[in-house]
């Protein structure tokens, strides 16, 4: 199973929004609503920020959102804050019944 | 509260064996699928093994298939992973991750363990 496609970084200023992508093809991403989205901080454990392509887990920011359309998921962030700065990665369930991860953005706040 | 506590990671030469532990608590762990994934140096998350609540349907990434092995001792609501024929590339953070769903989505991670292969 490949990687799914994410850039590998993205940056913006505190309050700005930024969007981060995840290209996938029709037997993972295009072919279910099973996107997640983590946050991944050096030296910590990875946390879940969206699930099932737009669902928060309690206690997840509201700035978190995602989308999907055809083969793309998104994750958007809204009021970029500096402790925003992190690594993120993208997973999609597939047709083979296993996970696959993007390949990981890091998102520097200026 | 939910915790995954891994253990067991070291330093092993290229060849050897180690076995990782996740041990859980907070939650019924037999009613949850449960993954390995692991993160090497400079690199991204990758899906390890994943193994059904009961044990009974496992799956690994193709890197580790015939190497590893995953296990699963729910009434001690532990995790395990077996490693052998360790390689320098098998050197990573591993994570134990609880799946939410069975749709991998990964609700609840551990801190990792260490392994370290070189000579």
Known sequence: QSALTQPASVSGSPGQSITISCTGTSSDVGAYDYVSWYQHSAGKAPKLIIY??????????????????????????????AEDEADYYCSSYTSTDTGVFGGGTKLTVL | EVQLVESGGDLVQPGGSLRLSCAASGFTFRHYAMHWVRQAPGKGLEYVSTIST??????????????????????????????????????????????????????????????????
């Open chain 1, 52 to 81: 099932d392509v737009n669902k928060r887990p309690s206690g997840v920011s509201s700035r978190f959102s995602g989308s999907k359309s055809g083969n793309t998921a998104s994750l958007s962030i809204s009021g970029l804050q």
């Open chain 2, 54 to 119: 009961d044990g009974d349907r496992t799956d690994y990434a193709n890197s580790v298939k015939g190497r590893f092995t995953v296990s699963r001792d729910n009434s001690k609501n532990t995790l395990y992973l077996q490693m052998g024929s360790l390689r320098p590339e098998d050197m990573a953070v591993y994570y134990c991750a609880r799946d939410a769903s069975g749709s991998c989505y990964l609700d609840f991670w551990g801190q990792g363990t260490l392994v370290t292969v070189s000579s």
